[in-house]
C-alpha cells in the first residue's frame, strides 16, 4: 500500500466522522428522533417561515426563465458544460414542467387564477409557510452544503472497494455499485442515475448491470426520507420506518435482477464486448481493506480546497431547489387537482385494494389510491396520504412504500429514459409495480409489530 500523510489520513478520517454524524446520528428532540441535519431546517424554517412562499416562488421563477433561454442555445459538449448549463439545459418537457411549476407558484402567493389551483387542498398546500415545499427548501440547503463531506473525502471509495465480495455473489453487481447506491442513499437518487450512466459508458458495467443499478440502487436519499415521514406526520418513526425500507430494499435488490425485464438484460457491455469477470480482481499485494483505504485516502487527497468544497455545496444546493422544487409544485398540484376533483386515482389504485385488506391495512380502499400515484413523483403519496388516511399504521405503509417504490417519473424515471442506461418506459412501469406488489407484505408485516 502507499504510503500517505498524516494530513492525508486526517483528510479522510475528519469529514468523513462529521458527516456520517451529521447525516447518520438520530437524536431524540422532543420526543422524536431526528438526525442533525433535519434538526438544523427546522430551526431555520421556524425563522424564515413568513417569507417562504415567496422564496421558494422566486427560485421557480428563475428555473423557468433559465431553462426557456438555455433552449435556445447551442448545446455544449456534455464533458465541458458549466453548472449553470447543466443547471438549466435540461429537454423541453422538463422546461415546460418548470414553467407549469412558477405559473402554479404565483398564482398561489398572488392569490389569483382558478380556486382548483390554489386552494388549501391543492396548490396552497404545498406552498404554505409551513408545507412541503418550505421544508424541502430549508432541508436541501443544510444537506446540499454539507453533502461533500459524505461525496468527497474518500468515503465512497473505502465502502465501494470493501463491498466486492458482497454485491457480486449477492446482487450479480460489481462492488464499485454499491458506490452508486451510497450516493443516491446519502444525496439523491439522481446522483446515483448519473454515477451509473457514466459508468457504463466508459464501459465498467454490462447493459444488464447498468439496468440493475439504475432501477433498484438509485434509492432514495435519508433527505428525501426524512421529509416523506414528516410530511405523514410520523417524524418520531423515523428509525424504524428506514430500516424497514432498507430492509426491503435488500430483499428487492436481491429478487429483481433474478426476474424479468431485468434478468433478461444482455451480458454485455456498450461497445459490445461480453462481460469480464476478471474485471474485479484485487491488485497484487492488497486485500479489500488496503486497496479500500489507498482508494479513500487518494481521493481525498485531491480535495484539499475549501474553496471547492463550498463550491460543491452550493452547487448542490442550487441543483435540488432549481431542480426538485418546481417539478413538486407542478406534479404535486396535478395530482392533489385530480385527487381532489376525479376519481381517477380511485380506480388506478382499485387492484390494491384486495391485497392491502389481505394484508389487514386500515383504510385500505384510500390507501390504494396512492400506491399508483408515486410512479409521477415520489412525494405525492404523501401529500395525498396526509391529507386523506387517519390511520398511523396506514401512514406508515404509504410512507414506506412510497420510499421503497423508487421509479418515480418526475426525477430518477426521467433521469433513465434521457440515458443511455438501456431501460424503456415499459420497463420502468413494470418494476415499478413489480417493486410495489413485492415490498408490501413486508412493510405491512413490520406495520402490524410496530402498531
Not at 437518487?189 to 448491470?209: A, C, M, N, P
Request: net charge negative; glycine share 8%.
Amino acid at each position: 500500500m502507499k504510503k500517505f500523510s498524516l494530513s492525508t489520513w486526517l483528510l479522510f478520517l475528519i469529514p468523513s466522522i462529521i458527516g456520517i454524524f451529521l447525516f447518520m446520528i438520530p437524536f431524540k428532540i422532543d420526543g422524536e428522533w431526528k438526525i442533525p441535519v433535519a434538526i438544523l431546517a427546522n430551526i431555520v424554517a421556524g425563522v424564515v417561515e413568513p417569507i417562504m412562499p415567496w422564496t421558494v416562488t422566486i427560485v421557480m421563477i428563475l428555473a423557468a426563465i433559465g431553462s426557456l433561454i438555455y433552449q435556445f442555445k447551442k448545446d455544449s459538449n456534455p464533458e465541458e458544460q458549466t453548472f449553470f448549463e447543466k443547471l438549466f439545459q435540461v429537454n423541453w418537457f422538463w422546461t415546460i414542467v418548470r414553467i407549469v411549476g412558477a405559473i402554479f407558484a404565483v398564482m398561489v402567493v398572488a392569490n389569483v387564477g382558478p380556486e382548483a389551483i390554489r386552494s388549501g387542498d391543492t396548490g396552497g398546500l404545498l406552498l404554505s409557510p409551513t408545507g412541503l415545499l418550505s421544508f424541502l427548501f430549508t432541508i436541501f440547503l443544510f444537506a446540499g452544503l454539507l453533502l461533500p463531506l459524505l461525496l468527497n473525502f474518500g468515503l465512497l471509495e473505502f465502502f465501494g472497494t470493501m463491498m466486492v465480495k458482497i454485491m457480486r455473489p449477492l446482487f450479480k453487481l460489481p462492488g464499485r455499485s454499491s458506490i452508486d447506491a451510497l450516493a443516491s442513499w446519502i444525496g439523491d437518487g439522481t446522483i446515483g442515475v448519473l454515477l451509473t450512466s457514466k459508468q457504463y459508458e466508459e464501459g465498467f458495467y454490462t447493459k444488464k448491470e447498468a439496468a440493475i443499478i439504475g432501477t433498484t440502487f438509485s434509492v432514495v436519499s435519508i433527505t428525501f426520507s426524512i421529509v416523506v415521514i414528516e410530511e405523514l406526520g410520523l417524524g418520531s418513526y423515523f428509525l424504524p420506518f428506514y430500516a424497514t425500507v432498507v430492509g426491503a430494499g435488500i430483499v428487492l435488490a436481491f429478487i429483481m435482477p433474478r426476474i424479468y425485464p431485468l434478468s433478461r438484460k444482455p451480458e454485455e457491455y456498450i461497445d459490445g464486448r461480453p462481460y469480464d469477470e476478471h474485471a474485479e480482481t484485487l491488485p497484487e499485494g492488497y486485500n479489500v481493506l488496503s486497496h479500500g483505504l489507498e482508494n479513500a485516502l487518494t481521493t481525498a487527497d485531491k480535495n484539499r480546497s475549501i474553496t471547492k468544497f463550498l463550491s460543491d455545496g452550493l452547487k448542490n444546493v442550487l441543483d435540488m431547489w432549481m431542480g426538485v422544487a418546481p417539478v413538486v409544485m407542478a406534479f404535486g398540484t396535478i395530482a392533489l387537482i385530480l385527487a381532489t376533483y376525479t376519481d381517477l386515482f380511485v380506480w388506478l389504485g382499485k387492484p390494491f385494494e384486495p391485497l392491502l385488506m389481505v394484508l389487514g391495512v386500515p383504510e385500505a380502499a384510500e390507501a390504494a389510491q396512492t400506491m399508483v400515484v408515486g410512479f409521477a413523483d415520489m412525494f405525492l403519496p404523501a401529500i395525498l396520504g396526509g391529507q386523506m388516511i387517519e390511520s398511523e399504521m396506514t401512514r406508515f405503509v404509504i410512507a414506506a412504500t412510497s420510499v421503497t417504490q423508487l421509479i418515480y417519473m418526475s426525477e430518477v424515471g426521467g433521469l433513465l429514459l434521457g440515458s443511455k442506461i438501456p431501460v424503456n418506459f415499459l420497463d420502468l412501469v413494470v418494476i415499478f409495480l413489480l417493486r410495489t406488489v413485492i415490498a408490501l407484505p413486508i412493510i405491512a408485516g413490520v406495520a402490524h409489530l410496530l402498531f
